[in-house]
């Protein structure tokens, strides 16, 4: 009397197939769970025993054995109790065992019957595509997300009940059509309605928040209070290019096994944007805890990461970005594995130039003291500084600049001219592992940001004159080529390079303070 179940679990943002077996003996009533199960999967007992009962089924009067293999890998998460209550009725005889034959099935018990969500759908879709499996039965909250991969067909209930009646012959499956994700609401895609003409004057940090879109580079503002800095940060999604297919799965993989993918939109629409508030820790920022659950910067992937009041972060989160900036994923290594997330992200930070924000401000005097600036400005150290390719100084906006009726331009009208740099990027790179001038490498720099002999003449002064360091060197090369990109230049010319040297400036100016 033994029956099996293929269901499936999630190890970092991969999944993998596990089997879920059930043997029925003579002998004292216990129901046992081996295989490696965490506490939430040995309460599965309970909440199957208590839904079979409340669903008007026979729990077996007998010795009942529930095995997870592969018995090697630890099971997390509440995903197997559909499972474990379909084999445990399967090998009672009470319902046939061919309607679940190359079924994948997930899904959460209620103790009446209920069906609930499960994270990782999306990834255990994909799965099963890849796997050549033909169905997969999900609750229904989690079908639209199921049916966002396509190519497998999506088996929906609402419980425990309508489950054994299909599969009993009583009543027909609920199959969900393929998702188009062209079809989605384009109001969830329009980023909360903010747009780029809200910024008045600005035109310098407008500038760079443009050429940080287009080349996908790090961004940070440095002003008082008030000046606009949030606002710009914010309105960066609204002229980044659309996500393709692939980003957007990527993206939505990791909102998935996080749980915090929107039910009614089961594959991103716009590009991610994370605001986490400085009080947040370490593994918050860069994932992990006792669950190694994807932290910030996986959750940003393919998107935004905004960190405002950049110094007021704990010194240890902020280092922690250092790795996932310059590799494009993050590894956490615990006692019991390494998981590995994706982490490909725009990070775009704001602060203030000293603790009470106006320090060299024209209009405002700085109430702080040299030592305080000082270990105010040390708080983010010059490594991370170093990885951020933009650095932007923004000056409070003129009273009668907000309050005239010039506007900027519209973020429909920028995000057409990153789109086709970005188009220009992708072309150049096709072949390679690189989406954006931003994740070149130091080879395809050399590659591609070849400059005109006046460029190589100005930016040999500006090395010398700035100081950058190799990493530096790079980043302004990379900056320049995007510039280049953006007026439609073959070549890096002096031009490009000014401006990217430009936003470079910042590293001297902060050294000055520093030792002050």
């Not at 009446?112 to 796997?131: E, F, N, Q, Y």
């Not at 089961?266 to 605001?275: H, M, N, Q, T």
Request: proline share 7%.
């Amino acid at each position: 009397m033994l029956a099996t179940i293929r269901s499936g679990a999630v190890v970092g943002v991969e999944a993998y197939p596990v089997d879920v077996e059930v043997d029925l003996a003579k002998g004292m009533m216990v129901f046992a769970t081996v295989g490696l199960p965490s506490s939430a999967v040995c309460e599965s007992k309970t909440r199957v025993k208590s839904a079979l009962q409340n669903t008007g089924l026979d729990f077996p009067q007998k010795r009942v054995v529930v095995n997870l293999a592969p018995a090697h890998i630890r099971k997390e998460g509440t995903a197997f109790d559909l499972p474990m209550a379909l084999g445990i009725l399967i090998a009672d005889g009470q319902v046939p065992a061919a309607p679940f034959e190359g079924v994948l099935v997930v899904g959460e018990l209620s103790l009446d019957g209920g069906l609930r969500g499960a994270r990782g759908v999306l990834p255990l879709a994909a799965w099963a595509k890849r796997a050549g499996l033909g169905r997969l039965l999900v609750p229904e909250e989690s079908g639209a997300e199921a049916a966002a991969v396509g190519g497998v067909e999506v088996w929906v209930a609402r419980d425990l009940e309508e489950v054994v009646c299909v599969a009993r012959g009583e009543r027909p499956a609920r199959l969900l059509p393929p998702v188009d994700p062209s079809a989605l609401s384009a109001a969830r895609a329009a980023a909360g309605g903010v747009d780029l003409a809200d910024v008045r004057g600005q035109e310098g940090a407008r500038r760079a928040l443009e050429v940080a879109a287009a080349g996908g580079h790090n961004l940070l503002f440095l002003g008082p209070p008030g000046s606009g800095k949030t606002m710009l940060a914010r309105r960066l999604p609204t002229i980044a290019p659309p996500l393709s297919f692939e980003e957007r799965l990527e993206a939505s993989v990791v909102a998935s096994v996080a749980g915090v993918l929107p039910p009614d939109e089961p594959l991103l629409l716009s590009r991610p944007f994370r605001a986490p508030h400085h009080s947040l820790s370490q593994a918050a920022l860069a994932g992990g805890g006792p669950l190694c659950r994807p932290g910030e910067v996986s959750l940003a992937h393919n998107g935004v990461l905004f960190l405002d009041e950049l110094p007021e972060f704990k010194r240890a989160a902020l280092e922690a970005l250092r790795q996932p900036m310059e590799d494009g994923e993050i590894v956490i290594a615990r006692a019991h594995g390494v998981l590995t997330y994706p982490a490909r992200f725009a990070l775009v930070a704001a602060m203030n130039p000293c603790p009470c924000g106006y320090y060299g401000d024209p209009k405002r005097a700085c109430t702080c003291p040299a030592n305080a600036i000082r270990a105010y400005l040390n708080r983010v150290s010059g490594p991370l500084l170093d990885r951020i390719d933009l650095q932007v100084s923004v000056e409070a906006v003129d009273p009668l600049t907000l309050r005239g009726q010039t506007q900027g331009e519209r973020s429909e009208v920028v995000r057409a001219r990153v789109t086709a740099a970005r188009a220009r990027q992708l072309e150049r790179f096709r072949g390679l592992d690189v989406h954006s001038n931003g994740q070149m490498r130091p080879s395809e720099v050399r590659r591609f940001c070849e400059l005109t002999a006046d460029a190589e003449a100005l930016f040999a002064r500006a090395i010398a004159r700035l100081g950058l360091s190799a990493r530096a060197h790079d980043r302004v090369l990379k900056v320049s080529r995007t510039i280049a990109d953006l007026a439609g230049a073959e070549r890096v010319e002096a031009a490009h390079v000014a401006e990217a040297t430009q936003y470079r400036q910042l590293d001297r100016v902060w050294a000055m303070q520093g030792a002050a």
